[in-house]
């Protein structure tokens, strides 16, 4: 049992660590952000960073069908 939560503990670190160097990113980027975001983009990493790879794929699809506005 000691092992499993040892396991869940880590776990729930590296999840912390990985939405922490997401909010970082956005940080160095330069985006205003208030204390709400920041708490979204570090908790609710998985959804922000999963719609940025789907917007950065359908870009890269459709780059040959924009129009030049």
């Known amino acids: 049992m000691k092992n499993m939560m040892d396991s ?14 997401w909010l970082l990113v956005h940080e160095i980027i330069g985006m205003k ?6 708490f979204r983009l ?5 959804f922000t960073m999963l719609a940025w790879i789907i ?3 359908e870009a890269f699809r459709n780059r040959n069908n ?3 506005w």
């Open 8 to 21: 869940i503990f880590i776990n729930i670190q590296v999840y912390l660590l990985v939405g922490f160097l």
């Open 33 to 38: 952000m208030n204390n709400g975001f920041r």
């Open 42 to 46: 570090w908790v609710l990493w998985p």
């Open 55 to 57: 917007g950065f794929i």
């Open 66 to 68: 924009s129009n030049d």
